[in-house]
C-alpha cells in the first residue's frame, strides 16, 4: 500500500503568492516523522521542514510551514510569499519508528513572474 | 567537515558488470542510508544501517549488497548490473539524536547499457 500519496504532479503559482502542496499519509505506527524536501534541478536534496506525529503545533521554518492535520492524515507544505527560486520538485517523506525513509512522488512547482 | 560524500558521480556501466558505488560520512552518524530515484519519481530506499555491522532492506534491495565495516563508509554493491539499474543514487546518514536531520550526498548518477 502507498504509504505517501502526493496527488500534484505539478502546481504553478505567480511570483509573491502563497501555494499549498498536498501530502496525504498511510501508518499504523503512533510514532513517525513528516518531512518535506525540495529538490532543484541541480539535483540536490534539501530538507525543509519536519513534523513529528506528538508535535502539537504545525511546524514553521521562515516561509514554510507544514498544515499537519491528523485525524485526515495530511500534512500539506504551505509556501508563503513564493520566489523564483522555489521553482523545483517538493517531496513529501514520512518515518516510522523504524529508520526507513518513504517518499511520495513529488510536485514540481513551477513560480512564474 | 565535508559532510556526506560519495563517488563516482557519474558512472556508465555494461549490463553484468559490477561496481560499487563508494559514501562517506565524517559527522560520526550512526545512520546510513540508499536510495535511488528513477525518472519522475521520488527516492526509494534500497538498504540503510543503523550502527556499523547492522544492515537491513529497504523497498527495493534486490540486485544490491550493502556492509558497514566502519562507522564512516557505507558502500553499495551492483553485483551485475542490469539496465533497470539505471538512476540516480543517494546516500544519506543522520544521528541517532536527532529525529529529522537527514543529510543527503550529491547523488551519483548511473547509466547500465
Known amino acids: 500500500a502507498q504509504k505517501i500519496t502526493q496527488t500534484q504532479p505539478g502546481m504553478f503559482v505567480q511570483e509573491k503568492e502563497a501555494v499549498t502542496l498536498d501530502c496525504t499519509y498511510d501508518?499504523?505506527?503512533?510514532?513517525?516523522?513528516l518531512f518535506w524536501y525540495k529538490q532543484p534541478s541541480s539535483g540536490e536534496m534539501i530538507f525543509l521542514i519536519y513534523q513529528g506525529s506528538y508535535d502539537q503545533q504545525n511546524a514553521t521554518e521562515g516561509r514554510y510551514s507544514l498544515n499537519f492535520q491528523k485525524a485526515r492524515k495530511s500534512a500539506n507544505l504551505v509556501i508563503s510569499a513564493s520566489q523564483l527560486g522555489d521553482s523545483a520538485m517538493y517531496f513529501c517523506?514520512?518515518?516510522?519508528?523504524?529508520?526507513?525513509?518513504?517518499f511520495g512522488t513529488g510536485t514540481r512547482l513551477q513560480v512564474f513572474p | 567537515n565535508a559532510g556526506v560524500t560519495q563517488t563516482p558521480k557519474f558512472q556508465v556501466l555494461k549490463t553484468g558488470q559490477s561496481m560499487t558505488l563508494q559514501c562517506a560520512q565524517d559527522?560520526?552518524?550512526?545512520?546510513m542510508s540508499w536510495y535511488r530515484q528513477d525518472p519522475g519519481m521520488g527516492l526509494r530506499l534500497i538498504h540503510y544501517s543503523v550502527g556499523a555491522g547492522i544492515t537491513d532492506q529497504g523497498e527495493v534491495p534486490n540486485g544490491y549488497n550493502v556492509s558497514r565495516s566502519t562507522t564512516e563508509d557505507f558502500p553499495l554493491r551492483l553485483l551485475s548490473a542490469a539496465p533497470s539499474q539505471t538512476s540516480v543514487y543517494f546516500c544519506?546518514?543522520?544521528?541517532?539524536?536527532?529525529?529529522?536531520?537527514?543529510?543527503f550526498g550529491p547523488g551519483t548518477r548511473l547509466t547500465v547499457t
Open positions: 544519506a546518514s543522520r544521528s541517532s539524536e536527532s529525529s529529522y536531520e537527514q543529510y
Open positions: 501508518t499504523s505506527d503512533p510514532s513517525y516523522g
Open positions: 517523506a514520512m518515518r516510522e519508528s523504524t529508520d526507513k525513509l518513504i
Open positions: 559527522m560520526n552518524h550512526e545512520y
